[in-house]
């Protein structure tokens, strides 16, 4: 049999967007994955599909991936569950109502659609937060997917393009002209990590480490809440580099059902959950809507996020093996990214003008760093 031209390792939703993008130019690709399509950190992620302005390499990637989501959009499944709801950034004081506009300033400088709102709009919007808030920060481009189903159709997707699809088989060992499984070496013209926050496992020195957040979801409750809302100070916990941080973020499901985040801690691979963390996390939440009391929570899991120093993820070639790249360490934003990480990775292998600048997502950029850590 002909070897692959690549073999991406790792179908979470990163490696199935990369393998669809592959395989839908042309190339002969393999996916293998060790579990099944969509069962990491995908499987655990909340699936708000966000423009996020944290850096300006961010805030176009986002932008990108978000504008890739609306082009498929009328070819995904229903169980995708992709809801155009937007986001609502919510903002309890004068000084967050500030960061607010000049959010929406950096927005519209891009054409991303974005409102200041005030309170009274505030409440109008989403009834069941608490009043006296400063206002708010409407995007109403942005939306929610159910991550494992989007996964599933990429790379469902990148087998209709001729993508063989290997599921339940473990990468042993991988450089970047081949992968070891139980069923042998396999060879290829390239590899592709992404094993999301396992892929320094297989790749030594990647700098990614697991950082774990919960997440509660509540019985039916269709119309309590309308939008993804979030607080502003949301951005402050996702930077903590260290501790365990929380913030008020909840998500209105198809089904009817909140999704109550979230929660960020770096205690590795560590499976226990932190009940005081979750009753933290779930006390903001009852600071901003206070009427969540009353809903009953069905189930709560952890999901860990691939994180980088820089909160950024690593997106090229890896300068240490000839034929090895790596799309890995979307930390918070991979179910919003993978689609605009895919089209990145597919321009930097085929040769194509890149559709953003590649600088900033270039995996050696953080060897020094990595290197002084180590
Ligand atoms: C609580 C929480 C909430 C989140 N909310 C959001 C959100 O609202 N919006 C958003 O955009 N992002 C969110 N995220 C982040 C998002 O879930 C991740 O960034 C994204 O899922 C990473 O995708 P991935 O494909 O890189 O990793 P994964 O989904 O973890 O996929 C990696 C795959 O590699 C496989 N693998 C590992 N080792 C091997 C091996 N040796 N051989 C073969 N395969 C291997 C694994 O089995 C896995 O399937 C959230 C994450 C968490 C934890």
Redesign the pocket.
Known sequence: MRAPDAIV?????????CARELALAGLAVTL???????????????????VMDDSPAQFHL?ALSRALLDELAPALPDSVEHDRCGTLWVAEDADQLAAARLKASVYAAASVEAGVVDEAGLRRLEPALRQGLAGGLLVPGDG?VY?PAL?RWLAEDARRHGAELREG????A?DGRS?T?ARGRLEAGLVVN??????P??TAGLPIVP?????VITDRHPGFCRH?VLELGYLASAHASTGASVAF?V?PRVTGQVLI???RELVGWDRTPNRSLLGRMLRRAGEFMPALAGLSALRS??????ATPDNL?LIGPWGRAEGLWI????????????LGTARLLGDLILGRTPSLDPAPFMPDRLAEATAAHA
Do not use: C, D, K, Y
Not at 32 to 50: C, L, N
Not at 194 to 199: D, N, P, T, V, Y
Not at 328 to 338: C, M, P, Q, V
């Open positions: 390792v790792g179908g979470g939703i990163v490696g199935a967007a293998v994955e060790a579990e099944f399509v969509g069962g990491g950190a995908t499987a655990a992620g909340m699936g708000h599909i966000v986002t929610v991550p996964a088989e473990p990468v042993a991988l992968v499984t992404a094993a999301g926050a396992a892929a496992l297989l950082r774990r957040g919960h997440l993804q973020n998500q985040g979230s929660s899991w952890i999901g860990f996020r691939p993820p799309a890995a360490g979307h930390e918070g934003l991979g179910i919003t990214t993978a």
